[in-house]
Every structure is written in C-alpha cells, then in structure tokens.
C-alpha cells in the first residue's frame, strides 16, 4: 500500500465518520477540545500548601539564623540573671523554636495551569484562594520578590527592636551597643517576625527558652511587641505538626482560623504581645499543662 492510498483511505474514512455525525456532537466535541485548551491555560488562582519550617536557632545554608554580638557581655554573664529572671533551669539539650512557612504557587514567576488548580481542591492539605488576594493586580514576578523581601526585612528590623526593648525592660539586660544579624534563605513576609523576636531573646540571654522541646509558631511583630495576624495558618500548623513540633504559639487575631483545624497532638497557645509569647514558653518549659494556657475558643 503506497503512501498516497493510505492517505487516502484515511481522509474517507473521517469524512464517513463525521458526515454521520449531528451538530449536537460537533458542538460537544468543540467544547471538550476548548476546555482541555482551558485547563492548560495559567490559572487565576493560587495554591498554597504546608511549607518547610527553620530552627530560628539554627543555620540555615551553613550560617546561623540570629547571631548577636553583645560588646557588655562577651562570655554571656547575663544567662545567670537572665535564669534568675525566669525562674527557670537551663536543659542539657537545646531546644528548637521553629518558623513556619507556606508554599505559594500561582503567584508572578511561579504561574500554575488551571488544571493543577483545580486537582488541588481535592487536597485537604492545599488551599486554593484568588490570586488577587495575594498579589495586586499586574504585579510582576521582580516586584513581588522585591515586596516579600521588603516585608521580611520589615520584619526583621521590628523583631531586633521589640526583642532588646523587652530584654532591657523585663530581663534586665544590658542591651547597649549589642548588634543582631539575621540570615535566611528562600523566605520572604512578615510572618515570622514573632519567632525572630524570640530567637533574638534566647541568643541574648544564652537561656534556652524551648526548654529542650521543639516550638513552633507564627506573627508579626511591631516595634511595642504586638503580635499580629498572618496569612495560612491552618497549613502552618500542618507543617509544625510535621517536623516535630507538639506546641504552637498563634496570633490571638488568628485565632477564628484555628478553631476546628488543629492537627491532633498539637498544643497551640493564643498570644498578642511579645511578652505573652516569652511567658507561654516559660509555662511549656515549666511542663504546664495546656489547660494553664490561653487558647483559641471557639466563638458563642
């Protein structure tokens, strides 16, 4: 059979086979062909799922998080005070307080298809949200790594502040001259300027506040130590939950999210303030019981 006869029997037999064929079916066929078009198309939303979580008292790519240089005390003599302070004994093994982070595809230079979008809402781990919500409109992928950044330096500088004002007013600690240095790679927003303020205070007074436990939590912070919202919280607990952490600290303004999507087996503690946070972890490392804790309540 030549290659022109093949051709051929091949062209007669669709011409049978669609000539037999109603409007109604070309119609149909035209509809399934544009909407498998349509879910290759990038999508309008974005998908956020549990991201990885950082020791704020570790390193991260060979350095560490926090480091404090303290001119007062270079050999740390304030981790008596700071002991005496606190009431509490220092542990053996260090604990971990951990930042906690979501995955966001969607957004500018991280486009998804709408069909990876649509599979997603069949994940209980995965949340599917408007990408306005997140990123104005018309905002490419510079500026938006360019604003995360700008909210995590924000969030940085606030932390540093809140946490030597706290150290100098509730600690006793001699906080003049001292410089903090912060290094992270791959995370950007406000979120995690709660747990750097913490991590600041555990550097600053050699205490270990975790008490030996892996703590995780999330917030921002401001310069006075309020302690406010963030976004994706009920993915953030998955996350905790996941890499070991058995207590949370979550922002009081949060705190309608959490009731109802707490993962079993994680205590999560409601704070507003920098100082409600310090002492939650005081009680934990105490050994206090969750019932001793403020908690998300669910509203009458």
Request: net charge positive.
């Amino acid at each position: 059979m030549t290659v022109i006869s093949f051709t051929s029997r091949v062209f007669n037999y669709f011409v049978k086979y669609f000539s037999s064929k109603s409007v109604q079916y070309f119609i149909g066929l035209i509809i399934g062909i544009l909407a498998i078009i349509v879910l290759f198309l990038p999508s309008a939303y974005v998908v956020e799922e549990p991201g990885p979580t950082q020791d704020v008292l570790g390193k991260s790519s060979g350095k560490y998080v926090i480091n404090v240089d303290n001119p007062n005390n270079p050999n740390n003599p304030n981790k008596k005070a700071a002991s005496a302070v606190s009431g509490l004994k220092s542990h053996s093994k260090s604990g971990k307080l951990l930042l906690v982070t979501v995955n966001t595809s969607g957004v500018p230079g991280y486009e998804i298809p709408n069909i990876y979008a649509v599979l997603s809402w069949f994940d209980s781990k995965k949340q599917i949200l408007p990408r306005e919500v997140l990123v104005p409109v018309n905002q490419n992928a510079s500026d938006y790594k360019k604003e995360t950044n700008k909210q995590m330096t924000s969030s940085q500088s606030s932390a540093q502040v809140a946490a030597l004002d706290y150290a100098k007013k509730h600690l006793n600690v001699n906080v003049k001259n001292v410089k903090v240095k912060m290094h992270i790679d791959d995370i950007g927003g406000p979120s995690a300027g709660m747990m750097y303020a913490l991590g600041i205070l555990n550097k600053l007074t050699g205490v270990d506040l975790a008490g030996g436990k892996t703590i995780a939590g999330t917030g921002t912070i401001d310069n006075n130590g309020k302690v406010g919202a963030i976004g994706g919280i009920r993915l953030k607990m998955i996350s905790a939950k996941r890499d070991g952490a058995r207590w949370f600290l979550a922002p009081n303004s949060n705190c309608d999210e959490v009731v109802g999507n707490i993962p079993q087996g994680l205590n999560v503690v409601s704070v507003k303030t920098l100082d409600d946070a310090y002492k939650a972890l005081e009680k934990i490392k105490a050994g206090k019981s969750i019932k001793s804790f403020k908690t998300c309540n669910a509203k009458m």
